[in-house]
């Protein structure tokens, strides 16, 4: 299995920028794709951001586009989200995912297509 731990989470002001990490362990080789989720209360959890780990292909949610960047370092083991602009509407719990297997047309963008979670890390903006 995959352990996922992220981090990075905290409060930034209107505009502002953080960066958050997901290090990841365990049986990390047979790992396929990596995917940012946010939830907000009274919200879907939804897929804003997307990695294929060996490849690097990324997949953005339309409202990120351009602000956000989704990176893996393999030496570390540890995928990134680097958010920029960032916007009041952006606070939510954020999380982590991973997908083991691959997919062939549309990119998988619901909670039940990733196999293991993070346990979560708070983002608040402020206005």
């Known amino acids: 299995q995959v352990q996922l731990v992220e981090s990075g989470g905290g409060l930034v002001q209107a505009g502002g920028s953080l960066r958050l990490s997901c290090a990841a362990s365990?049986?990390?080789?047979?790992?396929?794709?990596m995917g940012w989720f946010r939830q907000a209360p009274g919200k879907e959890r939804e897929l804003i951001a997307a990695?294929?780990?060996?490849?690097?292909?990324?997949h953005y949610e339309d409202s990120v586009k351009g602000r956000f960047i989704i990176t893996r370092d393999n030496a570390n083991n540890t995928v990134y989200l680097q958010m920029s602009s960032l916007k009041p509407e952006d606070t939510a719990v954020y999380y982590c995912?991973?997908?083991?297997?691959?997919?062939?047309?549309?990119?998988?963008?619901?909670?039940?297509?990733?196999?293991?979670w993070g346990q979560g890390t708070q983002v608040t903006v402020s206005s």
């Open positions: 995912a991973a997908r083991m297997t691959l997919f062939r047309s549309s990119w998988p963008t619901k909670p039940n297509e990733y196999r293991y």
């Open positions: 365990g049986r990390t080789f047979s790992r396929y794709a």
């Open positions: 990695i294929i780990w060996s490849e690097g292909i990324t």
